[in-house]
């Protein structure tokens, strides 16, 4: 950011779809100044000139533009990526008829918010600054991006805000807005491409054992926010449990139902149950069908059986609605 605070023009080149094997994920930006300085990287060197070069002619040029990058196989020293994946890179100059560099600041902060960018000729884009609890329906930015018509807001919040709660970046296209003889032929598609920094997920993990400590390292190199959580002192201060973010001691049940109450637990949450002890597994699952239980989606118990099931419950709770709404791909139980 520092040649677009220097006053500098820049251009912001961002990836929008992805296909096969790529080096880097959606919503992955370079800023390039008018000068060509770089800041950051897209494919780690493949297209990275093409991308610069076409990021400078969209300065000269003052608009946006969509460029591809793949594999040949008729031409194999053409630019594009050995991986033999697909990149849709978007490229947009900043300034007053571009990307307002107030939005790309906002962006970098740390906080949590989202990005929506519209990348047709209509342009524009909005910050979202609670992405997680996000309602389509109630803001009024969106609405004025896309131009006001009920429609076409409706269809969008079935797409954006699914990609919002969940945390994830992807491009979202829809049909343009009907006039008053209905669709108009010409008239171009609305795109939107959302980018969303979220914190990250949880995974707690209720049980200071073996498998709890061959746990933790997959938890923290998949990106998640690790807790381990038991209630014996001596097993939970055990050094091969320090690469946890948070080591509590704590009996699970009520730990879990204290984070749940602090608005500390979401729908990314994943919680695994590894204690082995019915004193500590059975109130834990109690807790957690009453408080996690409504942010997840329905699976009927007894459907299926083995690790993660709720049969273990008692028949009160196995019974009630409410309380049978756990779905089993959130949670991991050790044999």
Request: proline share 7%.
């Amino acid at each position: 950011m520092a040649a677009a605070v220097s006053g500098q023009r820049c251009a912001v080149a961002t990836i929008v779809a992805a296909g096969g094997s790529v080096p880097r994920p959606l919503g992955t930006s370079m800023l390039v100044s008018e000068h060509g300085d770089v800041l950051g990287s897209l494919s780690g060197g493949c297209v990275e000139g093409a991308v610069v070069e076409a990021a400078l002619q969209a300065m000269r040029d003052g608009g946006s533009r969509l460029e591809s990058f793949g594999y040949s196989a008729e031409d194999a020293f053409a630019v594009g990526l050995t991986c033999g994946g697909e990149l849709e890179v978007h490229i947009q100059p900043t300034g007053p008829a571009g990307l307002d560099l107030a939005l790309l600041n906002a962006a970098s902060g740390g906080s949590s918010l989202a990005l929506i960018r519209r990348l047709d000729a209509a342009g524009g884009a909005v910050v979202v600054p609670d992405p997680a609890r996000f309602s389509a329906a109630g803001s009024r930015e969106l609405s004025d991006l896309l131009g006001g018509d009920d429609a076409v807001i409706r269809a969008a919040a079935a797409q954006l805000e699914p990609l919002l709660h969940g945390g994830r970046a992807g491009l979202v296209r829809l049909a343009p807005a009907e006039g008053c003889g209905g669709s108009v032929p010409e008239a171009e598609p609305i795109t939107l491409f959302v980018e969303t920094r979220l914190p990250a997920a949880r995974m707690l993990i209720f049980g200071a054992n073996d498998f709890g400590a061959a746990l933790l390292p997959a938890g923290k190199l998949l990106g998640y926010e690790v807790t381990l959580c038991d209630a014996r002192p001596a097993f939970s201060s055990q050094g091969r449990f320090l690469g946890a973010d948070h080591l509590v001691t704590d009996w699970p049940h009520r730990y879990l139902a204290a984070e749940a109450a602090a608005g500390r637990i979401d729908s990314r949450t994943v919680v695994c149950v590894l204690t082995h002890d019915p004193k500590f597994d059975i109130p834990l699952l109690e807790t957690a069908s009453i408080w996690i239980s409504p942010m997840w989606e329905p699976w009927v118990p007894g459907a299926a059986t083995g690790s993660g099931s709720m049969d273990c419950l008692p028949a009160a709770s196995r019974s009630s609605p409410s309380n049978a709404c756990i779905r089993r791909s959130d949670w991991i139980s050790a044999p």
